[in-house]
């Protein structure tokens, strides 16, 4: 799976990391256009797919495709 | 960006305003998600918003737009709603807006049972001036105009709004956005007054002045500790503490307004 994460957009909530029951998402060293700490997708092999993270970002800027 | 964000969002007015982990842009992203699965057309739809932290979703939302005077969405609405009865008119607003400056429009067009989808987004406090207390704050929370503890009950809002005469009333909670999506369906498929009352949490203003908690994830974690999703035709559990999620009245038997007027009106015109 590729996980792309907005780094214009994210504000670094970090519900994805929260809400993802696989693990795949983490805090990461990358900082977004307005500053916060990005996450990044850290075990992209454990993604299945339920895009759980994708309709849970308050800033619309995860998204999940099959490769 | 998301793909399905880029059909329905206006980039230039991004980034949303929202805190970092506000529920309403949960609400926004579960929002769009519905009307895509729907099929909605971009001519089909208007977006009514009046004051407030979630008043401002209907700005970014790439349908017609009325932006309006404080607690006065759902009068707006109805007024768009009569001149145009075959638009789909959602209403979002937020709890202040909604059950405080505007309670007695809820009331009347819940009695009228205009063919609208209300919104309503729940934090528990007035977000956007610094943390009031609101219509919709627990008895004894600690909020900036009740330090001593809120010496009010909150609001029993399904009671309210089924009570006035609304067809569809349901609850959901950011914590489940699959289920929002599901409710936000019916309730536009719904021909009658919709009521969905959205539980979104606010883990600036609400989480810092009642809840005490360091981060959105913390608030996400109360939230989702203190509701559970109903199955569907299932009764809620009067023993169970916890909030009930879920599609909790239907009424298909009475009239829609502006049916019935179209109705008058071609018979007297006969």
């Known amino acids: 799976m590729k996980i792309t994460i907005d780094s ?3 504000k670094g909530c970090l519900l994805c990391v929260g809400v993802c029951k696989k693990g795949v998402l983490a805090l990461g060293a990358e ?8 996450p990044y997708a850290k075990e992209p092999d454990n993604c299945i797919a339920c895009k759980l993270c994708e309709i849970t970002c308050p800033d619309v800027c995860i998204e999940v495709t099959k490769d | ?17 929202f805190c970092p982990g506000c529920g309403h842009g949960i609400v ?55 001149v145009n009865p075959d638009k789909q008119i ?5 709890d202040g807006d909604c059950l405080g400056i505007g309670g007695n429009h809820l009331i009347h067009a819940a009695k009228r049972n205009i063919d609208l989808t209300v919104l309503m987004m729940s934090n528990y406090i007035y977000g956007m001036t610094g943390g009031q207390k609101a219509p919709t704050t627990p008895y004894q929370a600690t909020t900036k105009t009740s330090p001593l503890g809120n010496e009010e009950h909150p609001f029993d809002v399904q009671s309210v709004v089924v009570g006035s005469g609304a067809t569809f009333y349901a609850r959901c909670c950011a914590t489940h956005p699959i289920q929002m999506k599901e409710a936000i369906k019916a309730g536009l498929r719904h021909k009658g007054f919709s009521f969905i009352e959205i539980l979104s949490p606010c883990p600036t203003t609400a989480g810092r ?4 908690f360091k ?3 913390e608030t996400m974690d109360w939230y989702r500790s203190q509701v559970y999703l109903l199955g569907k035709d299932a009764k809620p559990d009067p023993a169970e503490t916890r909030i009930p999620l879920g599609i909790l009245h239907v009424d ?19």
């Open chain 2, 215 to 217: 981060s959105p994830q």
């Open chain 1, 31 to 38: 900082r977004s256009k307005g500053g916060y700490l990005m």
């Open chain 2, 28 to 82: 926004v992203n579960s929002f769009i998600r519905a009307i895509d699965e729907l099929g909605v057309q971009k001519n089909e739809m208007a977006c009514v918003g009046g004051i407030g932290c979630s008043s401002w979703a209907p700005v970014y939302l790439d349908f017609d737009c009325l932006h309006c005077l404080h607690g006065r969405a759902i009068p707006h609405a109805e007024g768009l709603k009569a």
């Open chain 2, 252 to 270: 298909e038997s009475r009239d829609e307004l502006t049916d019935v007027q179209r109705q008058k009106k071609e018979a007297a015109q006969k």
């Open chain 1, 8 to 10: 214009v957009y994210c």
């Open chain 2, 209 to 212: 002045n009642i809840f005490n």
């Open chain 2, 1 to 17: 960006m998301n793909s399905i964000a880029e059909k329905f969002i206006r980039k230039e007015t991004l980034p949303f305003i």
């Open chain 2, 90 to 94: 959602v209403v979002f607003s937020g």
